[in-house]
């Protein structure tokens, strides 16, 4: 059987109503996987059901993650329908572009709440016997933010730092439970949050971050592919790892 398939898999994939993790939905739909998507906007999120392989099994969970507590009695009645979860993408993140002396206790702790403590409270609900199937595979949408220094991120990076670090010592752990853990780090990719960045930081310095791209801004297919991978089969010896997908950017 080709190693790449996620035929007849259940992914359950947050941010799935925007950007990577739309792109992250279709792809994983095109692969045969069976999708649990969630996200705040309802409209945004049946937009994403509507564009998946035609037969695709899917369900959506109209949910904030930041409620976590909320979300455990939500996922068992979708793994009733579709199956025990076998691989799950920590998409949904949110970005604010910032000097130091602007940020405060609010925005590190909104940033925080989505972008790492969500994710890990989810990975931990997915990891009970009762919902993951006989091995499973964690992927966490991180960024060259989290391994470089960039003007104005402290937060974001700060979290993105987080979710790399977090996910090793998650997957020492959950070794013995069959279940692989990763990050993924993209660059610049052509979605919402990047459009909104741009539009804080200005079109000068936007120009000058696209110049930093060797293979020039991403698109989310990319990012959905290397999710893809890591989800699968072909990837099964890779856990603790932190793929860097960023068209050159971190080696210039
Ligand atoms: N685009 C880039 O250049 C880039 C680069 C590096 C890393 N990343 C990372 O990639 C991930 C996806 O980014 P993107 O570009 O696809 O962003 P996006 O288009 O803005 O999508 C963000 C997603 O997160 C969801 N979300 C945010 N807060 C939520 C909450 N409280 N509860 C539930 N869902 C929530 C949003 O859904 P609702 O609003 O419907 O809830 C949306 O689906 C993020 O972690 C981002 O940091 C992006």
């Known amino acids: 059987m080709n190693p790449f398939t996620l035929q007849n898999k259940t992914i359950l994939i947050t941010g799935a109503s925007s950007g990577i993790g739309r792109s992250c939905s279709v792809e994983c739909s095109k692969s045969g996987a069976h999708l649990i998507l969630i996200a705040r906007n309802e409209k945004e999120l049946n937009k994403t059901v509507s564009l998946l392989e035609p037969g695709s099994k899917a369900e959506t969970i109209i949910a904030d993650i930041t409620h976590y507590e909320e979300l455990e009695d939500l996922i068992a009645e979708k793994v009733a329908v579709l199956g025990k979860v076998a691989g799950f993408i920590h998409c949904a993140g949110i970005e604010k572009t910032l000097p130091l002396k ?3 206790s609010k925005l590190y702790n909104d940033i925080f709440a989505v972008n790492v403590i969500s994710g890990f409270e989810l990975a931990k609900i997915l990891s009970l016997k009762k919902y993951k199937s006989e091995t499973s595979s964690f992927v966490f949408i991180s960024s060259v933010a989290g391994m470089g220094g960039e003007p104005g991120k402290t937060a974001y990076s700060a979290s993105k730092g987080a979710v790399i670090s977090g996910v090793r010592s998650i997957a020492v752990e959950f070794a013995r439970s069959n279940i692989r ?5 993209p660059a610049m990719v052509n ?6 960045m741009f539009d804080d930081i200005g079109e000068e310095a936007s120009r000058e971050i696209i110049k930093k791209h060797p293979l020039g801004i991403g698109n989310p297919e990319d990012i959905a592919n290397a999710c893809i991978f890591l989800l699968s089969d072909a990837a099964r ?4 790892s932190n793929l860097v997908v960023d068209g050159g950017y971190s080696v210039c």
Do not use: F, M, Y
Not at 191 to 196: S, W
């Open 102 to 104: 602007k940020h405060d």
């Open 181 to 185: 853990v990763n990050s993924v780090s």
């Open 191 to 196: 979605t919402p949050i990047l459009k909104k």
């Open 237 to 240: 010896w890779t856990t603790g």
